[in-house]
């Protein structure tokens, strides 16, 4: 069974400042997807970003980007140019990609807080 | 830009009583979720839904729990005699085929007393 590791239970960051959300996780699959959702407070999850595992090159989405380390199991978030409105929980996800659907095994999460 | 949308938006039960929770995914999407998150945890999987079938499913899913598709639009998640500890917030995602992104609903949260 896959496992996700987030093992910092809350952050905070200055408003336009850089942060690094850490996860990790343990699979013996190599094929696989890995996610970052973001949960304000309203408590809807939000799709951040996605890496695939066969994908050496990191995936960025705007001010967000990842460090995948495949070979450490090692699946980062940076979020650059910090705002006000991504204060929420961020959790790091994993999928093993299935025909008939694939479940997502979430990490504890990170509580997040960008102050002015 | 389409949505999951799911109702009720808050549920309160009494212990026993059996609930529908209520989800209708984004229309061409083919695969159908639920999770539950009790508050101040982590995000659990529970089922997943495909070709009118369970695909897979938790060992938090056990007998009380059944899901459904009655109609082309909808997808529902019954508890037939809810527990205290059933009482989280439960939600609803699809996915579409060779896409692995899921689009989650804004949750039900369930209160059980």
């Known amino acids: 069974a896959q496992t996700v590791t987030?093992?910092?239970?809350?952050?905070?960051?200055?408003e336009a400042e850089t942060v690094t959300l850490s996860c990790t996780y343990d699979t013996s699959e190599n094929n696989y997807y890995l996610f970052w959702y973001k949960q304000p407070p309203s408590r809807q999850m939000i799709l951040v970003i996605?890496?695939?595992?066969y994908k050496q090159q990191?995936?960025?989405?705007?001010?967000?980007?990842v460090n995948f380390q495949k070979a450490a199991k090692s699946f980062s978030l940076k979020i650059s140019d910090s705002q006000l409105g991504d204060t929420a929980m961020y959790f790091c996800a994993f999928m093993k990609p299935q025909t008939s659907g694939s479940r997502l095994t979430f990490g504890e999460g990170t509580q997040l807080t960008v102050n002015p | 830009e389409p949505e999951v949308t799911q109702t009720p938006s808050h549920q309160v039960t009494?212990?026993?009583?059996?609930?529908?929770?209520?989800?209708?995914?984004?229309s061409n999407h083919l695969y159908f979720y639920w999770y539950r998150q009790i508050l101040g945890q982590?995000?659990?999987f529970l089922v997943s839904f495909y070709n009118n079938e369970i695909s897979e499913k938790s060992e938090i899913f056990d007998d009380q729990f059944?899901?459904?598709?009655?109609?082309?639009s909808n997808f529902t998640l019954k508890i037939r005699s809810t527990k205290l500890e059933d009482s989280?917030?439960?939600?609803?995602?699809?996915?579409e085929q060779g896409i692995p992104e899921q689009y989650?609903?804004?949750?039900?949260?369930?209160?059980?007393?």
């Open chain 2, 88 to 95: 989280a917030m439960y939600f609803c995602a699809s996915s």
């Open chain 2, 66 to 72: 059944s899901v459904e598709r009655p109609d082309g």
């Open chain 2, 42 to 44: 982590k995000v659990e």
């Open chain 1, 50 to 53: 996605r890496q695939e595992a």
């Open chain 1, 58 to 65: 990191n995936a960025t989405e705007n001010r967000f980007s």
């Open chain 2, 14 to 26: 009494q212990m026993g009583q059996e609930v529908i929770l209520r989800c209708v995914p984004i």
């Open chain 1, 6 to 14: 987030q093992s910092q239970p809350e952050m905070s960051v200055q």
């Open chain 2, 104 to 113: 989650f609903g804004p949750g039900t949260r369930l209160t059980v007393t």
